[in-house]
């Protein structure tokens, strides 16, 4: 089993900047692609930001220039650092891992549990 735990996530006015960070754990032998997405009140669930094992990244439209995505593979943990944030960033933000788990070798994908980041205007 592999678990994945978000933190970082916080109420801040507009213009200001938050640090979300995701650190996996259990039975990893390897993470492929890790990444961020978030789902808005009333919306659908949507990628943010991603990043492969070799640090290749992709990012949403709306977030490019001002979101960046980072990871520590020695922690198995990966950053999204968010800045000049906007209310309509305001979401639930999911960490998401597609994993190589011990024993069996099989790619699994997996979601934390979220956070919640509230951009005031």
């Known amino acids: 089993q592999v678990h994945l735990v978000e933190s970082g996530g916080d109420l801040v006015q507009a213009g200001g900047s938050l640090k979300l960070s995701c650190a996996a754990s259990?039975?990893?032998?390897?993470?492929?692609?890790m990444g961020w997405y978030r789902q808005p009140p009333g919306k659908q669930r949507e990628l943010v930001a991603g990043?492969?094992?070799?640090?290749?990244?992709v990012f949403a439209d709306s977030v490019k220039g001002r979101f960046t995505i980072s990871r520590d593979n020695a922690k198995n943990t990966v950053y999204l650092q968010m800045n000049r944030l906007k209310p309509e960033d305001t979401a639930v933000y999911y960490c998401?891992?597609?994993?190589?788990?011990?024993?069996?070798?099989?790619?699994?994908?997996?979601w934390g549990q979220g956070t919640q980041v509230t951009v005031s205007s």
């Open positions: 259990g039975s990893i032998f390897r993470i492929n692609t």
């Open positions: 990043i492969s094992s070799g640090g290749s990244t």
């Open positions: 998401n891992a597609k994993v190589v788990v011990s024993l069996t070798y099989d790619e699994y994908n997996y």
